[in-house]
């Protein structure tokens, strides 16, 4: 196996390894979401949207990003094999949870009035907010639970609390919502928060770690760096979320919690069957850029690899959703929520582009250049969120599809561009190629769609999924060599029966 198919073959694993988990507990949302349809509608949909994007906004602020910066720290600390340095680092971690959590709380407690009035432009939410801050508290407990588990590569332990917290949740939350309809709203909130705790406290405390006491102002000055780069690093996060809540301000203004409602379920169908990719940059294909980011053809040789494995397990996905988007989202929600497929049938195209630019938008990361990504991403959300809302003003839903899709070719253009000029970033003929073909596939899926009447519509998708499958198929043959991956799975299935016969 050559060193380039060895690339691809890590790719695709981590893909596979870090989608896993995300399968089951799609399939958990997915039954989550359709109870919710059925019994809340797109009006209940819609509330529980702008509160759960509210107390996000706030997290993220009130958080310090200590879920993203402190997993450096103790996965350092982990490494020394000094056990006073990790329960000393656990210690700090433990410490800054409560802060920050209580801050959150607090602010969201004593801003309740103004929450609500900003968010649905009246009082009448305002014991909703006070009742949920509790659950700025508990998140954030429960986040720095897990990064000590995540810190420590307790990966199994991580998706076991992952895996129960959503299982768990669903049992809890939909008879809540069916005895209490909209009035089981925060009560469900809150008990999910609770259980997610609860779960990552118990297998957090499967990891020995001896304890340490730390005081609030070791806590601060100890935990200074570990929050600095924390809220250096959530900062385009912020962004992102203080955008997507004022989109959903925007449209609870001009079309009402409903459309709020239709607008969130739509994207949570998009963003939910492309996370598993996505997900997989943040883990694996981050950490090894960073470790080649400062050779220029390195970097470039790594970022065309991902960005093809991308694409080519993306591609088939997305023409199967721009065929049968319409069964899609009458099984997963209900017929009442069909007006959306107007809008993911745009923003399905939208994520050909958003798949290439997030690709290479990590080199500016893995650079170092943490002040380049920020301006990056700050320039990027501000246009997508003009785009936003003018493509609502215009076209309702389907224009926020339209914006979607416009938004990130434009952004995928900017990160190309800027990585051109700093760093000689260029596309690969391979990657360029793939690329093209499975553009012209989706474009092909999605005006056969549009302009086709059934069943001639799904006659000519059902050809157009089979041949962005079969591009996929032989583009992944030939990169991660699936012969001696199914050589090396067979020799694993045979070896324990070769060892009970030597016994």
């Known amino acids: 196996m050559t060193e380039k198919q060895s690339s691809y073959r890590q790719i695709f694993k981590a893909t596979s390894l870090f989608g896993g988990v995300q399968v089951f507990t799609i399939l ?29 906004l706030i997290e993220g602020f009130s958080g310090f990003g200590l879920g993203t910066s402190a997993v450096k720290n103790v996965a350092a600390a982990n490494a020394s094999n000094d056990t006073n340095k990790l329960s000393s680092v656990v210690g700090v971690l433990r410490r800054l949870v409560w802060i920050t959590g209580l801050l959150g709380a607090v602010v969201t407690f004593i801003l309740s009035p ?19 801050s509790i659950t700025l508290l508990l998140n954030q407990l429960s986040i720095g639970q897990g990064v000590v588990l995540r810190g420590m590569r307790q990966i199994r ?13 669903l049992f809890v939350s939909i008879p809540l919502y069916y005895f209490y309809g909209i009035k089981g709203i925060v009560p469900a909130i809150i008990a999910s928060s609770l259980l997610s705790l609860l779960l990552t406290t118990y297998f957090s405390g499967k990891v020995k770690i001896k304890e340490a006491r730390v005081n609030f102002s070791d806590a601060l000055d100890e935990g200074k760096d570990m929050v600095k780069m924390g809220f250096m690093l959530s900062l385009s996060g912020l962004i992102a979320l203080g955008a997507s809540y004022i989109v959903r301000i925007f449209i609870s203004s001009k079309g009402g919690v409903e459309q709020v409602g239709l607008y969130n379920a739509g994207f949570a169908i998009i963003n939910t069957y492309v996370g598993m990719v996505f997900t997989s940059m943040a883990t694996d294909y981050y950490p090894r850029l960073s470790g080649v980011a400062h050779n220029n053809n390195a970097a470039r040789e790594l970022i065309n690899e991902q960005a093809e494995i991308a694409i080519l397990i993306l591609a088939p996905i997305l023409t199967f959703f721009l065929v049968f988007i319409n069964w899609i989202v009458i099984i997963l929600y209900s017929s009442r929520f069909v007006a959306v497929n107007s809008m993911i049938l745009w923003a399905a195209m939208g994520i050909y582009f958003k798949s290439a630019s997030f690709s290479i938008g990590y080199i500016l990361l893995a650079k170092g250049a943490s002040k380049l990504f920020l301006w990056n991403e700050l320039a990027a959300n501000i246009y997508i969120l003009a785009f936003n809302i003018i493509g609502y003003s215009l076209a309702g839903l389907e224009g926020l599809g ?15 561009f800027v990585s051109r000029i700093k760093y000689n970033f260029y596309f690969d003929r391979s990657f360029t190629r793939i690329f093209l073909l499975q553009l012209s596939l989706g474009v092909l899926c999605f005006l056969a769609v549009k302009m086709l009447e059934q069943p001639f519509s799904y006659i000519a998708g059902v050809i157009l999924i089979v041949t962005s499958l079969g591009v996929s198929y032989f583009g992944l043959r030939d990169r991660i060599d699936f012969k001696k991956v199914l050589q090396k799975i067979k020799g694993k299935l045979r070896k324990p029966e070769n060892s009970d016969s030597e016994k």
Do not use: C, E
């Open 28 to 56: 958990i949302s997915v039954i989550r979401s359709k109870f919710i349809a059925v019994l809340l509608g797109p009006g209940g949909m819609g509330i529980a949207g702008l509160i759960n994007s509210t107390l996000k």
């Open 114 to 132: 103004w929450l609500s009035q900003l968010t649905f432009g009246s009082h009448d939410y305002s014991t909703a907010f006070k009742w949920v």
């Open 157 to 169: 332990l991580m998706a076991k609390a992952t895996l129960a917290g959503s299982f768990l949740g």
């Open 402 to 416: 339209i914006s979607f899709m416009a938004g990130y070719f434009v952004h995928f253009l900017q990160v190309f």
